[in-house]
């Protein structure tokens, strides 16, 4: 069961922010089932739904 993912925006001006934190965070810990999607030509705003919708099939992925 996977419980979290990053999504960010390829021109969001907070990816080196989020980059960072997956790395010295999760990647340093461990923790490499936590992915970091970053949504191609999209900056700081809501993804769009098929984005959102993959990111919540990975965590949902193995659910019952």
């Known amino acids: 069961m996977r419980q979290c993912t990053s999504l960010n925006g390829e021109k969001d001006f907070n990816l080196a922010n989020t980059v960072g934190a997956n790395a010295d965070g999760f990647v340093k810990e461990d923790f490499s089932h936590v992915p970091l999607l970053e949504i191609p030509k999209h900056g700081h705003k ?4 098929g984005w959102l919708e993959k990111a919540i099939e990975f965590v949902d992925e193995g659910k019952e």
């Open 46 to 49: 809501p993804p769009l739904s």
